[in-house]
């Protein structure tokens, strides 16, 4: 009987020491999971490694009435660059022929259209525009569309991948704008003249934007700095995975290419 007692003492002892444990065990983890909950990974935004981008917004007109409130110019000079002095990596691999077709697969990539890609590359060659630069400037403009169009407040037309307007382009065809050779023609000869005349890429970006004017006489749209901030934006992203997806195989003759400069 005895036995029998000390054997349901010894159970009642380790059930309760493992009640016990659980209870030691659960408290801290209910603590962790209410002060510092799991991140949400679907909410958050990211460059997959294995995907060319991330933020491909639809295009969309920008109201008339929010171009409406200037801003000084002197908030525009926030990243002044010297382009001429200034050597793109993704230029100088372009320009090589052992890697050139690297970057041409890059950027088809992020354009998902060849002739889009292929029209931006040569152009952005032609003019010493970065390519990282050149490519945002299209994304934000027309979502690499070549058919966008928008109608502005004035009766103007902007048409095509880099949305040339109607007024500043009197001399061609309607369907000049959507090719995107021709458009990419005018586009990067157009954002060359505004890096020269600016002399750092956010003045530039706004008179593109702009009209080279306004920002000159302190008249710039206030919804000018958001479509400047986007380029910026896709820019930047454009730079990190190039250099991961093909600057890193270039290290070393990119390095020596750039010396020779």
């Given amino acids: 009987m005895k036995s029998d007692n000390a054997s349901s003492m010894h159970s009642f ?6 009640l016990l444990l659980s209870f030691f065990l659960l408290v801290p983890c209910t603590l962790i999971f209410v002060f510092f909950p799991v991140e949400d990974t679907d909410s958050v935004s990211k460059v997959n490694e294995n995907q060319f981008f991330v933020d491909v917004a639809s295009f969309e007109s920008t109201p008339d009435e929010e171009k409406e409130t200037p801003i000084p110019s002197t908030s525009l000079n926030l ?7 200034k050597v ?12 050139r077709a690297a970057v041409e697969w890059f950027y088809i990539h992020i354009t998902e259209d060849r002739d889009v890609a292929l029209a931006i590359l040569e152009e952005a060659d032609k003019n010493d525009i970065p390519f990282s630069l050149a490519f945002a400037l299209a994304h934000t403009e027309s979502n690499y569309k070549v058919r966008a169009v928008n109608k502005n407040k004035n009766s103007s037309i902007d ?13 061609l065809e309607e369907e000049d704008f959507f090719n995107p050779y021709v458009s990419a023609k005018y586009g990067m000869s157009h954002l060359r003249f505004c890096l020269d005349t600016a002399g750092n890429e956010i003045a530039a970006l706004a008179m593109y934007n702009a009209g080279t004017n306004k920002v000159r006489n302190n008249n710039t749209p206030q919804i000018t700095l ?7 934006s896709y820019k930047d992203s454009l730079d990190v995975l190039f250099a991961k997806e093909v600057l890193a195989f270039y290290d070393n003759s990119t390095e020596t290419f750039l010396a020779q400069k």
Avoid: H, W
């Fill in 13 to 18: 002892k380790l059930l309760f020491g493992t």
């Fill in 79 to 85: 990243k002044a660059l010297d382009f001429n002095k």
């Fill in 88 to 99: 793109d990596a993704g230029l100088s691999l372009y320009r090589q022929p052992f890697s």
């Fill in 159 to 171: 048409r095509g991948l880099f949305q040339l307007n109607n007024k500043s382009f009197p001399k």
């Fill in 226 to 232: 958001n479509y400047v901030s986007k380029i910026v």
